[in-house]
């Protein structure tokens, strides 16, 4: 198993922001639950622990390594990448994606641009990383200044300005792989005045990571599965997952650019990294 402790990268020095995407308790949640299972389990860590044990035993007896790795600094489209890299350079599988496939959903550089508002942000981060109050954009004299502040804070990626959508904010589970992948949870985020900041309608980094409070109303057994909209962003979901050749394991983000029965759904995010960290997005 490989992954990045966000104690292990705090102890370090690190901020909690520089860690937000990383497990910690989650680590040893899937260890056990893997043991249960009747799995051999060894506990590899990092790239760095990686190549250190690949170097002492280039063919270990490994079936298949179970990778949450995120990758840590460097350029970010190509974090998330280098693990499942690694371990195909030594003929190993990885779970949930291949290299090629970490690379292309960690990095969502196509969007089309409409009126505002608009929506900037770091082109590869997770965890709602970067995001503020300032993100969303309603007229053309706010967005250099927002996009000047995003460059110094993230001069390793680019920034990525999108449509705003105000739809309806659904997170999607998908297991399996190719014709066999189904839909087996779904979560939607209701933002309104039962939060503090009720007219902040997305997930700021504080909102989601540092402030329970501020989180947004969520439900997952009150959404009719068998509605329209729910049924058109799993419809969505499932489209993505297959066609970047996902497998095992993934959340689908998709954000609606409208309220109502005529909303189109929009691929925010495909994730099969960052699936086990607690908080609304999770």
């Known amino acids: 198993m490989t992954f990045e402790r966000r104690s292990e990268y705090m102890a370090r020095g690190y901020s909690y922001e520089d860690c937000a995407e990383l497990p910690d308790a989650e680590i040893d949640n899937i260890y056990e639950a893997l043991c249960k299972l009747g799995h051999d389990v060894e506990m590899v860590g990092d790239i760095k622990a990686l190549v250190e044990r690949l170097a002492h035993d280039p063919a270990p007896g490994w079936d298949l390594v179970f990778n949450t790795s995120e990758g840590w600094r460097g350029r970010a489209a190509a974090r998330e990448s280098r693990v499942p890299a690694l371990l195909e350079a030594f003929d ?7 290299p090629a496939q970490s690379a292309i959903t960690a990095s969502p550089h196509s969007t089309a641009l409409a009126n505002f508002p608009v929506f900037v942000k770091p082109a590869a981060e997770g965890s709602s990383k970067g995001i503020s109050k300032i993100n969303k954009i309603t007229t053309a004299s706010e967005l250099e200044p927002v996009v000047k502040i995003l460059r110094e804070r993230f001069p390793e990626q680019e920034i990525l300005i999108e449509s705003f959508l105000s739809g309806n904010d659904v997170t ?3 297991l399996g792989t190719g014709a066999d992948a189904r839909v087996i949870g779904i979560r939607e985020f209701v933002y309104g005045s039962h939060t503090r900041d009720a007219a902040e309608d997305f997930l700021s980094f504080e909102r989601k990571m540092t402030s329970r409070e501020l989180w947004p109303y969520y439900r997952d057994t009150e959404i009719d ?6 049924a058109k962003a799993c419809e969505t979901a499932l ?3 297959r066609a970047l050749g996902c497998r095992d394991l993934a959340r689908v983000d998709v954000r609606f650019d409208c309220q109502g029965q005529d909303g189109k759904p929009y ?6 990294a960052d699936l086990y960290t607690k908080g609304p997005g999770s």
């Open 92 to 98: 190993r599988s990885p779970s949930s994606k291949d």
């Open 172 to 174: 999607i589970s998908i």
């Open 225 to 230: 599965m068998k509605g329209p909209l729910t």
């Open 239 to 241: 489209a993505a997952y």
């Open 267 to 272: 691929v925010m995010e495909v994730c099969s």
